[in-house]
T-cell receptor
């Protein structure tokens, strides 16, 4: 692994189903983030974690949950998917709060039908 | 509220120069990033400005004026591979990144 790995790459999901998007980084970055990206809206923060064991809500947290059991992993769970959660999801990490660029995973394209 | 404004789309010619502007109104300021994102791919880091002035990095330069809440990304000697979206993002007082919607740059031969 080099950088951030997200899985799956894409998924079609029936509404009402539970889904976990996986994110793993090997850079020992403290902070990790989940974003969704929709056409014309840019990147919107769902949840974040400044360090292992802590999480926080971003701009659009409803319908999503996260956990940060260790430094490397930051899974995002949709408890009961709805069509409005159709989006491209990016996981990112950064080494510090200031000046450190964010490294992004390759994204998960999720379609809820 | 917090706001980042960028033009939605710009068109330029191969070999030319283009300037992509970004204006921001945020609760505090702790730096500004520019990212490049090719279609279907993840954003990749281009530049970071925290002090006023111009930062040059090869064909790309980024400028910041904190008093005006303004930044621009300057791309010189445009190549077809520069066709992408360019995202401006500001670090606010809570050290959260506030993202603009991005500027889609189309390069024509």
């Amino acid at each position: 692994i080099a950088g951030i790995t997200q899985a799956p790459t894409s998924q079609i999901l029936a509404a009402g189903r539970r889904m976990t998007l996986r994110c793993t980084q090997d850079m020992r970055h403290n902070a990790m983030y989940w974003y969704r990206q929709d056409l014309g809206l840019g990147l919107r923060l769902i949840h974040y974690s400044n360090t292992a064991g802590t999480t926080g809500k971003g701009e659009v947290p409803d319908g999503y949950s996260v956990s940060r059991a260790n430094t490397d992993d930051f899974p995002l769970t949709l408890a009961s998917a709805v069509p409005s959660q159709t989006s491209v999801y990016f996981c990112a990490s950064s080494d510090s709060q200031t000046g450190g660029g964010y490294t992004f995973g390759s994204g998960t394209r999720l379609t809820v039908v | 509220g917090q706001n980042i404004d960028q033009p939605t789309e710009m068109t330029a010619t191969e070999g030319a120069i283009v300037q992509i502007n970004c204006t921001y109104q945020t609760s505090g300021f702790n730096g500004l990033f520019w990212y490049q994102q090719h279609a279907g791919e993840a954003p990749t880091f281009l530049s970071y400005n925290v002090l006023d002035g111009l930062e040059e990095k090869g064909r790309f330069s980024s400028f910041l004026s904190r008093s005006k809440g303004y930044s621009y990304l300057l791309l010189k000697e445009l190549q077809m591979k520069d066709s992408a979206s360019y995202l401006c993002a500001v670090v606010d007082s809570n050290y959260q990144l506030i993202w603009g919607a991005g500027t889609k740059l189309i390069i024509k031969p």
